[in-house]
C-alpha cells in the first residue's frame, strides 16, 4: 500500500463541472508534486509545492489549480476541462525539496474522465 | 539536451529467467537515478536508487548498474515472477525539484 493516499480513485466530470482532486501524505514530507500520465507514457510534471509554497509550474493552464492547505494535504481544483485532459494525475511526496538524492514516492493517482 | 530513454519498448522473459532493462542518459552532469516499477492502475512504485559515485548497487532481485562512461543504467530482476510484470521507469532529476522520466519499458513474464 502506496503512502500517499489520493482521492478519489476515479473521476468522470463534464466539461462545465469543478471538481477537485484530493492528496494526503503522512510522512513529514516537506515536498509535494501533482503529475499527469496519459496511456502508455511517463508522468509529466504539472506542479511542485515546496514547504507549502508553489515553487514550479510547468505552464499548466489556468483550469488546474493547485492548492497546499497544509504540510501534509495537497488539492487540484478542477474547472472547465477539455477532453484531453482525460488522463491519471498522480500525486508524490518526497522528505526534501531537492531530489538530488532522495526519490519521490507517489500514490496511486486518479483516473478522470471528461465527457 | 537532457533526455532519459530507454531501448526496449518491450521486454517479455520466463518466468524464473533474468531480466534487464536498460536505459541511457544525455546529461553527464547527471548524478543521480531511479528506477520505478509501475503496475496496471497503480502508480510508480520505488525500486532502487543509485548515486554517481556508485557503478552498482544491489536490492532484493533488483541490481541497479551505472556506466557513467558511456550514460548507461540497468536493472536487473533476478529469477523474474510473473508479479514483476509491469511498466519500468528510469528517472533523474531534471532541476533541483523536477524528475524527468524515461519513456518506459513494458515487462511481461510468461508462466
Known amino acids: 500500500d502506496t503512502e500517499v493516499t489520493q482521492t478519489p480513485k476515479h473521476l468522470v466530470m463534464g466539461m462545465t463541472n469543478k471538481k477537485s482532486l484530493k492528496c494526503e501524505q503522512h510522512m513529514g514530507h516537506r515536498a509535494m508534486y501533482w503529475y499527469k500520465q496519459k496511456a502508455k507514457k511517463p508522468p509529466e510534471l504539472m506542479f511542485v509545492?515546496?514547504?507549502?509554497?508553489?515553487?514550479i509550474n510547468e505552464s499548466v493552464p489556468s483550469r488546474f489549480s493547485p492548492e497546499c492547505p497544509n504540510s501534509s494535504l495537497l488539492n487540484l481544483h478542477l474547472h472547465a476541462l477539455q477532453p484531453e485532459d482525460s488522463a491519471l494525475y498522480l500525486c508524490?511526496?518526497?522528505?526534501?525539496?531537492?531530489?538530488?538524492?532522495?526519490?519521490?514516492?507517489f500514490g496511486d493517482g486518479t483516473r478522470l474522465s471528461i465527457l | 539536451g537532457e533526455s532519459v530513454g530507454l531501448h526496449l519498448p518491450t521486454l517479455s522473459v520466463q518466468e524464473g529467467d533474468n531480466s534487464i532493462i536498460n536505459c541511457a542518459y544525455s546529461n553527464s552532469a547527471s548524478d543521480y537515478f531511479i528506477w520505478y516499477k509501475q503496475e496496471s492502475g497503480k502508480g510508480p512504485q520505488f525500486i532502487i536508487d543509485?548515486?554517481?559515485?556508485?557503478d552498482k548497487r544491489q536490492g532484493q532481485r533488483v541490481t541497479v548498474l551505472l556506466n557513467k562512461t558511456v550514460k548507461h543504467l540497468s536493472l536487473q530482476i533476478a529469477a523474474t515472477q510473473p508479479g514483476d510484470s509491469a511498466v519500468y521507469f528510469c528517472?533523474?532529476?531534471?532541476?533541483?525539484?523536477?524528475?524527468?522520466f524515461g519513456t518506459g519499458t513494458r515487462l511481461t513474464v510468461i508462466p
Open positions: 508524490a511526496s518526497s522528505q526534501e525539496v531537492t531530489l538530488r538524492n532522495q526519490p519521490q514516492h
Open positions: 509545492y515546496s514547504y507549502e509554497k508553489l515553487s
Open positions: 528517472a533523474a532529476p531534471k532541476e533541483a525539484n523536477n524528475l524527468f
Open positions: 543509485i548515486r554517481s559515485n556508485m
